[in-house]
């Protein structure tokens, strides 16, 4: 069955940074000939799971079943103390795939539990992560999973330990409900003064279940790939069916079971530990069902299931973040005044000092089109940091770039957190994406994010200047990844509410060929799209739309219908001006004579065409002033004779010609004989009469 309906897909499905990180520990390992086994299931993915088991991997429940000269991969979910022991008590080479975020809070949960303090972790007792942070904390520790048992633990903390712990912390599973544990933060506040209180949830998940519920929200029906067992496409699950049904699937073999019924809008995402082929299966199975053209959304399936990859980079940066210092050393500003430029160094002079200053042309700017020699000259102060002296040669090391980026690093990073678009120049274009700078600070903007579509070429980005908001942060390396995409959606949705505001029937408007179907070209218009029929693209007779325009031209329309509620646009292109009927009306008038051209014969008369999409018919009775049995025997197609035009309706598009008007009139006798075609009242007896006077003869 064939469903019409929209697909909006996740950009945060797929692959989190923790399982990248540790599906590449593995790939790794194999590819350097190792034989590797798992501690558990790698990843909470049937399909991936059978996929490295083809190639050799095995899973063990204990460190004790790890087969002889195989190396021990740890998981993300991470290990309890005890196992950890016991690797190392059997000395078995181990590589440790726990993603950072898990290691984190181990770290906290130790940390203040040798402060005496009772740790509370909000998550699945029974889950592998839950069970390793509780290792950590054993005998001062309770685990909820929702805020309901925030109360009894609260008492029972204080008839076991009466004042006997510091303080009460809470900790999360990295894969928490994010709104449960707002909920459980709320409860601890109420029952105890001065909680600490630490929100584990990983990013990912986090970004994962606010794009679930906004996308829930909009939608009539969601689709959530992922393993049964994995905690997080189940929270997945679990936020989304709150506003809509919702399909948890493990393959897209599943979607054969799912009645999408009349479901307008399906909304697509994905557990962190599913691959992106898996994503991919599904969508293009989806794809097929729905089997919209119009839907973008569904079109770009392959790049949102590419776009995992990034996303997984991304979060690798933040979560390295997590586990270093910023190391950023001081650096003390000083004042130079140009003094010389040579190809490779900047002279100045520092104010206040006497040795000489040299900026290396690699310190100037962070932009790799940054020219010293064609914006600087002699005599121009600029703003430096000291990066080294070297009082034997007399000379210091400084940096302009350094201390460029440390002050737009600021302004970035209050981009990041108010939303604020940025504006910045593209220097170069990678096969990922692209990078820009803005103000010295490299903000890379992947090549998903870079475009409003996938049909946008990215190379057309290099050297121009583009807005983007900052999506995400490396604090240590200073760098940003942005949107432009995300600008380009909002400037669209503003001009599209400005739109539908504003546009009434009749209005003019510019606008550009997105696409060509069969049946009609489809404009944007800035915001929003519409659709010229191919019936209203010419006067003429259109076979397809691509006769009159082609993708990327530039049209003048005007509306012809609009529909708010379905957000339908009807356009007309072609000008009324152009109707040849009215041309016709105005250059040929009744009356006039002309030479036509025959075009087509029938019984009951002769087309010739009169202009370009104007045809007029000769009837038999206006070809001669003789009797004739039928066109045929008078015209051929091509011949080109004189007519004059007898009458014109425009409305049904209908051209009388006539070629008897321009002839000699009959004789008189034979002017007598009943014309043909016309009806001439005849009795009986006359008839019967007229054939007696014929046998006599
Ligand atoms: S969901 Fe978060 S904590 Fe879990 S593996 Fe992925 S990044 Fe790490």
Redesign the pocket.
Known sequence: MIYTAEIKVAKTAGF????DRAVNKVNELLEAGQKVCTLGPLIHNPQFIKSLTEKGVVVAESPDDCPEGYTLVVR?HGITKETADRIKELSISFVDAT????SKIHKLAEKHYEKSAVIIVCGDSSHPEVKGIVSHCKDRSYVVSSESQIEDVISDIKKRFGEQFSDIVLLSQ??FSVEEFKKCVKKLKILCTNPIIFDTI?S??AERQAEAVSLAKTCDMMVVIGGRNSS?TQKLKDACEKYCPTYLVESYEELKNIDFGKAECIGVTAG?STPACNIKEVLKYMSDMVNDRDNLEALAAEEIAENSDYISED?KLF?EALEKMDNDNFNPKVIGTVQRITPTEIHVDIEGRKQTGIVPVEEYSSDPNADPSKELKVGDQLELIIMKTNDVEGTIMLSKRRLDASKHWEAIVDAHKNGTVVTGKVVEVISKGAVAFSKGIRVFIPASLATASRKDRIEDLLDTEVEFIIIDIDKRRKRAVGSIKDVLRKKKAEAAEKFWATAKVGDVLKGTVKSLTSFAAFVDLGGVDGMIHKSELSWNRVGHPSEVVKEGDEVEVYIKALDSEKKKISLGYRKPEDNPWEILKKQYPVGTVLDVTITGLTTFGAFAQVMPGIEGLIHISQISNERIAKPQDVLSIGDQVKVMVTGIDAEKKRLSLSMSALLEPPAKEEAEEPEQDEPVAVSIDELLASAENKEAE
């Open positions: 989190c940074f923790g399982v993300t993603c950072p975020y898990v990295t894969t990983c990912a998940t997080n962190a979060e979560a």
